[in-house]
């Protein structure tokens, strides 16, 4: 069975989170949609390590603050008749942090949370981001000290 993770890497500027999203590439699975980044995790890594691992292939950066998002991304899959909870991270980035992409993208944008719906389509997606997006932003919601990675 493979073991999958959810990163969703964003940024804060002005007091306001955007997102980093990717297109993927016309060569690669989910061709030429807007996603996070994901990926599969390896036999000897934990999942977190796999999403710190995945962020840094896909982008080329490490987080400044490492969380795991109180929430799973959940789906059936038809093809292998079986249903996914993936466990979901943010990753803060610096302001000014220069996206190197992978071949598996061909673009990337930084979008507000107002503009996801335009290019994430699945829903769970969006609903992390939406979850992720309150909880840097609403008052009464905060990062919990038992949801942060400390990373070196």
């Given at each position: 069975m493979k073991k999958l993770i959810d990163v969703y890497p964003y940024r804060v500027k002005e007091g306001n989170p955007y997102f980093l999203i990717f297109k993927r590439s016309s060569e690669k699975v989910y061709r030429n949609q807007w996603r996070?980044?994901?990926?599969?995790?390896?036999k000897e890594e934990s999942?977190?390590?796999g999403a710190l691992r995945?962020?840094?292939?896909?982008t080329g950066?490490?987080?400044?603050k490492f969380w795991t998002i109180p929430s799973?991304?959940?789906?059936?899959e038809a093809e292998t008749d079986m249903v996914h909870a993936i466990p979901a991270f943010a990753a803060e980035?610096?302001?000014d942090a220069q996206v190197e992409l992978d071949e598996e993208h061909s673009g990337f944008k930084w979008v507000s949370i107002d503009e996801i719906e335009l290019y994430i389509k699945w829903p769970e997606q969006r609903r992390l981001m939406k979850l992720t997006h309150d909880i840097l932003?609403?008052?009464y919601l905060e990062i919990l000290p038992e949801w942060?990675?400390?990373i070196s």
């Open positions: 996070m980044v994901g990926g599969k995790i390896k999942s977190w390590e995945e962020l840094k292939e896909e950066l490490t987080p400044v799973v991304n959940s789906f059936y980035l610096d302001v932003t609403d008052q942060i990675i400390e």
